[in-house]
Protein backbone atom coordinates (compact mmCIF):
# COMPACT_ATOMS: atom_id res chain seq x y z
CA UNK A 1 0.00 0.00 0.00
CA UNK A 2 1.23 3.23 -0.68
CA UNK A 3 2.67 6.48 1.81
CA UNK A 4 3.14 9.65 1.08
CA UNK A 5 4.19 11.42 3.68
CA UNK A 6 5.05 15.44 3.86
CA UNK A 7 7.48 16.48 6.63
CA UNK A 8 7.16 18.82 8.31
CA UNK A 9 3.79 20.06 8.35
CA UNK A 10 4.46 23.86 8.72
CA UNK A 11 6.53 25.87 7.86
CA UNK A 12 7.16 29.61 7.81
CA UNK A 13 9.86 31.75 6.56
CA UNK A 14 10.28 35.50 5.49
CA UNK A 15 9.88 36.34 2.24
CA UNK A 16 12.38 36.19 -0.42
CA UNK A 17 13.82 32.98 0.46
CA UNK A 18 14.42 29.85 -1.29
CA UNK A 19 12.91 27.45 0.37
CA UNK A 20 12.65 23.36 -0.73
CA UNK A 21 9.48 21.09 0.08
CA UNK A 22 9.91 17.67 0.53
CA UNK A 23 7.36 14.87 -0.46
CA UNK A 24 8.23 11.00 0.13
CA UNK A 25 6.53 7.59 -1.41
CA UNK A 26 7.04 3.93 -0.22
CA UNK A 27 6.41 2.27 -3.76
CA UNK A 28 8.59 3.47 -6.45
CA UNK A 29 5.85 1.82 -9.19
CA UNK A 30 4.46 5.26 -9.93
CA UNK A 31 2.88 6.69 -12.96
CA UNK A 32 3.10 9.81 -12.22
CA UNK A 33 3.65 12.82 -9.21
CA UNK A 34 1.77 15.69 -8.82
CA UNK A 35 2.16 19.16 -7.07
CA UNK A 36 -0.51 21.13 -6.04
CA UNK A 37 -1.33 23.94 -3.98
CA UNK A 38 -4.61 24.50 -1.95
CA UNK A 39 -5.71 27.86 -0.16
CA UNK A 40 -8.03 27.69 2.90
CA UNK A 41 -11.60 26.67 2.13
CA UNK A 42 -10.74 25.94 -1.55
CA UNK A 43 -9.99 22.80 -3.63
CA UNK A 44 -6.56 21.92 -5.48
CA UNK A 45 -4.98 24.03 -7.95
CA UNK A 46 -2.42 21.90 -10.05
CA UNK A 47 1.29 23.14 -10.04
CA UNK A 48 3.62 20.69 -11.67
CA UNK A 49 2.62 17.13 -13.08
CA UNK A 50 5.95 14.75 -13.38
CA UNK A 51 5.98 11.62 -15.30
CA UNK A 52 7.76 8.70 -13.84
CA UNK A 53 9.73 8.68 -16.64
CA UNK A 54 10.73 12.15 -16.25
CA UNK A 55 13.13 13.72 -13.79
CA UNK A 56 11.98 17.23 -12.71
CA UNK A 57 9.45 19.86 -14.10
CA UNK A 58 9.68 23.70 -14.56
CA UNK A 59 6.96 26.39 -13.92
CA UNK A 60 8.03 29.83 -13.61
CA UNK A 61 9.40 30.28 -9.73
CA UNK A 62 8.50 26.70 -9.26
CA UNK A 63 10.90 23.64 -9.77
CA UNK A 64 9.92 19.59 -9.23
CA UNK A 65 12.17 16.75 -9.01
CA UNK A 66 11.45 12.96 -8.99
CA UNK A 67 14.02 10.68 -7.71
CA UNK A 68 12.02 7.32 -8.09
CA UNK A 69 14.70 4.64 -6.90
CA UNK A 70 14.88 6.78 -3.68
CA UNK A 71 10.96 7.31 -3.46
CA UNK A 72 11.47 11.28 -3.01
CA UNK A 73 9.91 14.86 -4.59
CA UNK A 74 10.99 17.94 -4.15
CA UNK A 75 8.95 21.28 -4.64
CA UNK A 76 11.30 23.86 -4.84
CA UNK A 77 10.24 27.86 -4.57
CA UNK A 78 12.43 30.38 -5.97
CA UNK A 79 12.26 34.04 -4.22
CA UNK A 80 9.21 33.14 -1.79
CA UNK A 81 6.46 35.88 -1.85
CA UNK A 82 3.10 36.10 1.21
CA UNK A 83 0.87 34.94 -2.35
CA UNK A 84 2.58 31.85 -1.99
CA UNK A 85 1.24 31.31 1.20
CA UNK A 86 -0.87 28.17 1.00
CA UNK A 87 -0.84 23.99 1.79
CA UNK A 88 1.03 22.43 -0.44
CA UNK A 89 0.17 18.93 -1.22
CA UNK A 90 2.23 16.28 -2.78
CA UNK A 91 0.07 12.90 -4.94
CA UNK A 92 1.70 9.95 -6.62
CA UNK A 93 -0.56 8.36 -8.72
CA UNK A 94 -0.31 4.18 -8.85
CA UNK A 95 -0.82 1.27 -11.20
CA UNK A 96 -4.54 1.45 -10.02
CA UNK A 97 -5.13 5.49 -11.22
CA UNK A 98 -5.78 6.29 -7.78
CA UNK A 99 -3.85 9.28 -6.60
CA UNK A 100 -2.66 8.89 -3.04
CA UNK A 101 -2.05 12.60 -0.89
CA UNK A 102 0.16 13.72 1.76
CA UNK A 103 -1.04 14.99 4.54
CA UNK A 104 0.45 18.74 3.20
CA UNK A 105 2.89 21.56 4.37
CA UNK A 106 1.35 24.54 5.14
CA UNK A 107 3.47 27.02 4.30
CA UNK A 108 3.57 30.87 5.79
CA UNK A 109 5.48 33.50 3.96
CA UNK A 110 6.65 36.69 6.17
CA UNK A 111 6.73 39.83 4.76
CA UNK B 1 -11.73 26.25 -21.78
CA UNK B 2 -14.20 26.45 -18.28
CA UNK B 3 -12.46 24.34 -15.25
CA UNK B 4 -13.67 21.29 -13.26
CA UNK B 5 -17.29 22.79 -11.82
CA UNK B 6 -18.68 20.97 -7.91
CA UNK B 7 -22.22 22.53 -7.15
CA UNK B 8 -23.80 23.18 -4.55
CA UNK B 9 -20.71 24.95 -2.75
CA UNK B 10 -22.26 24.71 0.54
CA UNK B 11 -24.27 22.38 1.87
CA UNK B 12 -25.87 22.06 5.60
CA UNK B 13 -27.99 18.54 6.25
CA UNK B 14 -29.68 16.90 8.92
CA UNK B 15 -28.09 13.48 10.59
CA UNK B 16 -29.87 10.69 8.82
CA UNK B 17 -30.84 12.62 5.40
CA UNK B 18 -29.04 11.79 2.35
CA UNK B 19 -27.20 13.96 -0.26
CA UNK B 20 -26.40 14.30 -3.72
CA UNK B 21 -23.46 16.49 -5.23
CA UNK B 22 -22.65 17.08 -8.71
CA UNK B 23 -19.59 17.51 -10.83
CA UNK B 24 -18.93 18.76 -14.42
CA UNK B 25 -15.87 18.03 -15.60
CA UNK B 26 -13.32 19.41 -17.96
CA UNK B 27 -14.79 19.37 -21.57
CA UNK B 28 -13.50 15.61 -23.55
CA UNK B 29 -12.02 14.31 -19.93
CA UNK B 30 -13.86 10.86 -19.15
CA UNK B 31 -12.90 9.81 -15.85
CA UNK B 32 -14.08 12.18 -12.64
CA UNK B 33 -12.71 10.43 -8.82
CA UNK B 34 -14.23 12.19 -6.17
CA UNK B 35 -12.22 12.70 -2.96
CA UNK B 36 -12.55 13.10 0.84
CA UNK B 37 -10.77 15.97 2.75
CA UNK B 38 -11.26 16.10 6.59
CA UNK B 39 -8.53 18.10 8.59
CA UNK B 40 -7.83 14.54 10.79
CA UNK B 41 -7.54 12.08 7.79
CA UNK B 42 -6.88 14.29 4.90
CA UNK B 43 -7.51 13.51 1.60
CA UNK B 44 -8.84 9.92 0.85
CA UNK B 45 -9.98 8.39 -2.43
CA UNK B 46 -13.42 7.33 -2.69
CA UNK B 47 -14.64 6.44 -6.02
CA UNK B 48 -13.12 6.95 -9.99
CA UNK B 49 -15.59 6.71 -12.66
CA UNK B 50 -14.54 6.51 -16.37
CA UNK B 51 -16.66 6.71 -19.59
CA UNK B 52 -19.82 6.12 -16.98
CA UNK B 53 -18.23 2.72 -15.16
CA UNK B 54 -16.60 2.80 -11.73
CA UNK B 55 -13.33 1.57 -12.23
CA UNK B 56 -11.92 1.94 -8.45
CA UNK B 57 -13.40 2.46 -5.40
CA UNK B 58 -11.94 3.41 -2.35
CA UNK B 59 -12.40 1.86 1.48
CA UNK B 60 -15.64 3.92 2.40
CA UNK B 61 -19.03 2.45 3.32
CA UNK B 62 -21.95 1.71 1.06
CA UNK B 63 -23.12 4.58 1.84
CA UNK B 64 -21.56 6.57 -0.57
CA UNK B 65 -22.32 5.74 -3.83
CA UNK B 66 -21.78 7.73 -7.24
CA UNK B 67 -22.76 7.50 -11.07
CA UNK B 68 -21.51 8.53 -14.20
CA UNK B 69 -23.64 10.63 -16.98
CA UNK B 70 -22.60 10.01 -20.73
CA UNK B 71 -21.71 13.69 -20.91
CA UNK B 72 -18.95 12.53 -17.76
CA UNK B 73 -20.71 14.34 -15.30
CA UNK B 74 -20.90 12.83 -12.01
CA UNK B 75 -22.87 12.79 -9.04
CA UNK B 76 -21.93 11.29 -5.86
CA UNK B 77 -24.51 10.37 -2.73
CA UNK B 78 -24.67 10.27 0.59
CA UNK B 79 -27.20 8.31 2.36
CA UNK B 80 -27.78 8.26 6.11
CA UNK B 81 -25.48 10.90 6.74
CA UNK B 82 -23.65 10.82 9.76
CA UNK B 83 -21.92 13.94 11.64
CA UNK B 84 -18.38 12.58 10.72
CA UNK B 85 -19.39 12.63 7.21
CA UNK B 86 -18.46 16.70 7.32
CA UNK B 87 -16.53 17.35 4.96
CA UNK B 88 -14.74 18.93 1.99
CA UNK B 89 -15.61 17.15 -1.25
CA UNK B 90 -13.97 17.14 -4.04
CA UNK B 91 -14.12 15.93 -7.51
CA UNK B 92 -11.10 15.71 -9.88
CA UNK B 93 -10.85 15.40 -13.37
CA UNK B 94 -8.90 13.52 -15.87
CA UNK B 95 -8.82 13.32 -19.66
CA UNK B 96 -7.73 9.25 -20.09
CA UNK B 97 -7.30 8.36 -15.88
CA UNK B 98 -5.16 10.18 -13.52
CA UNK B 99 -1.85 8.21 -14.55
CA UNK B 100 -1.90 9.57 -17.45
CA UNK B 101 -2.38 13.10 -17.64
CA UNK B 102 -2.98 14.26 -14.01
CA UNK B 103 -6.01 15.46 -11.86
CA UNK B 104 -7.56 18.60 -12.13
CA UNK B 105 -9.79 19.90 -9.32
CA UNK B 106 -12.86 21.32 -8.66
CA UNK B 107 -13.41 23.66 -5.52
CA UNK B 108 -15.50 21.38 -3.76
CA UNK B 109 -18.41 20.69 -2.00
CA UNK B 110 -18.55 21.95 1.85
CA UNK B 111 -20.84 19.18 3.80
CA UNK B 112 -21.83 19.99 7.35
CA UNK B 113 -23.70 17.71 8.84
CA UNK B 114 -25.41 18.96 12.06
Known amino acids: KQEVTQIPAALSVPEGENLVLNCSFT??????LQWFRQDPGKGLTSLLL?????REQTSGRLNASLDKSSGRSTLYIAASQPGDSATYLC??????????FGKGITLSVRP | KAGVTQTPRYLIKTRGQQVTLSCSPI?????VSWYQQTPGQGLQFLFE???????NKGNFPGRFSGRQFSNSRSEMNVSTLELGDSALYLC?????????????FGQGTRLTVV
Open chain 1, 27 to 32: DSAIYN
Open chain 1, 50 to 54: IQSSQ
Open chain 2, 49 to 55: YFSETQR
Open chain 2, 92 to 104: ASSLEGQGVSGAF
Open chain 1, 91 to 100: AATGANSKLT
Open chain 2, 27 to 31: SGHRS
